[in-house]
């Protein structure tokens, strides 16, 4: 399986910003997906996750400002982020999530993709 994420960047406190997550040699549509993040000296952290009937689940630091949503056509899993704080500021990963408890399904990661709130 290959994750590719993108649209991170710069961002001022209160922003908004989409960030996607292209997969291949998975088979999508049959897979729980997860955004996770890991900030400088943290450990990597559940962000949210959505079923294949498109039902999200969100970890409380983000509910009511992040959406995550997936588009099975396309292979992509997004994560719409908005009233961003400093605290988002991490590396945002996508990877399969087992329910229940959306622990990552896999070990593999790929790259990651920047987001710095800061004004």
């Known amino acids: 399986v290959q994750l590719q994420a993108s649209g991170g960047g710069l961002v001022q406190p209160g922003g908004s910003l989409r960030v996607s997550c292209v997969v291949s040699?998975?088979?999508?549509?049959?897979?729980?997906w997860g955004w996770y993040r890991q900030a400088p000296g943290k450990q990597r952290e559940y962000v949210a996750a959505i079923n294949r009937a498109g039902q999200p689940n969100y970890a409380d630091s983000v509910s009511g400002r992040f959406t995550i949503s997936r588009d099975n056509s396309k292979n992509t899993v997004y994560l719409q982020m908005n009233s961003l704080k400093p605290e988002d500021t991490a590396v945002y990963y996508c990877?399969?999530?087992?329910?229940?408890?959306?622990?990552?399904?896999?070990?593999?990661w790929g790259q990651g993709t920047q987001v710095t709130v800061s004004s």
């Open positions: 990877n399969k999530a087992k329910a229940p408890t959306y622990a990552p399904g896999s070990d593999y």
């Open positions: 040699g998975s088979i999508f549509r049959d897979n729980v």
